[in-house]
């Protein structure tokens, strides 16, 4: 069994999307308006934005971005860092991994075996 998509609800679609697009790789395939976007990962799986209000997610809520080696992970944190977003250094844990709270409300964690 696969999982095909999943629809997060987000304040901002745009800047949620354009988010995404930088950092993580992921490609617009349709959007209607300012209210919904859909994206593939390299692997084709769909994620959807939805536009919502007042959008609280659980503590403990977030999606994850495997990177291939630890050197990613760092770039990755760097230039978050570097572009002014909030970011622990990587630490082990479970992975070497980090967290990012994404413009669009939800918490992305950013790991490498």
Avoid: W
């Avoid at 992970?73 to 002014?84: A, H």
Wanted: aromatic share 14%; net charge negative; with cysteine.
């Amino acid at each position: 069994m696969k999982l095909n998509h999943l629809n997060l609800t987000v304040e901002d679609v745009e800047i949620t999307r354009e988010f995404l697009e930088n950092y993580f790789g992921m490609t617009c395939i349709g959007s209607r308006g300012k209210g919904f976007s859909a994206m593939f990962d390299d692997d084709q799986f769909v994620l959807s934005l939805m536009k919502g209000k007042d959008v609280r997610y659980p503590k403990t809520f977030h999606i994850g971005f495997p990177q291939e080696s630890r050197e990613k992970v760092d770039q990755i944190n760097k230039r978050l860092k570097n572009d002014g977003y909030e970011v622990n250094p990587p630490t082990e844990s479970h992975a070497y991994t980090f967290y990012v709270q994404a413009p669009g409300g939800f918490t992305i964690e950013i790991f490498s075996e």
